[in-house]
Nanobody, 120 residues
């Protein structure tokens, strides 16, 4: 069983920064891709970023490209999402999830999420 636990959310002003963490446990295999998703009330969940644990290749949604950076520390079994130049539209519940091999695959495991609120 693979478990994911998010942390690092909070309230931040527009233009500010926040770093989210996704701690992955329960498996020693490296064939997973870890994605970050967000969902605002009344809106569909959207993919924000993804990283393959095996080779570190990354994906970013157009809306966050250039502002967000995803990274992983395999020794710590943790994936990070560095969020800079935050905008109010970045507000939402951010969850990390795991898919086998590819970021475009089906995400089988989900964390509970951490709230990010960008407001003045």
């Amino acid at each position: 069983q693979l478990q994911l636990v998010e942390s690092g959310g909070g309230l931040v002003q527009p233009g500010g920064s926040l770093r989210l963490s996704c701690a992955v446990s329960g498996v020693t295999l490296d064939y997973y891709a870890i994605g970050w998703f967000r969902q605002a009330p009344g809106k569909e969940r959207e993919g924000v970023s993804c990283i393959r644990l095996s080779d570190g290749s990354t994906y970013y949604a157009d809306s966050v490209k250039g502002r967000f950076t995803i990274s992983r520390d395999n020794a710590k079994n943790t994936v990070y999402l560095q969020m800079n130049s935050l905008k109010p539209e970045d507000t939402g519940l951010y969850s990390c999830a795991a898919a086998k091999w590819y970021c475009a695959g089906e995400y089988e495991y989900w964390g509970q999420g951490t709230q990010v609120t960008v407001s003045s």
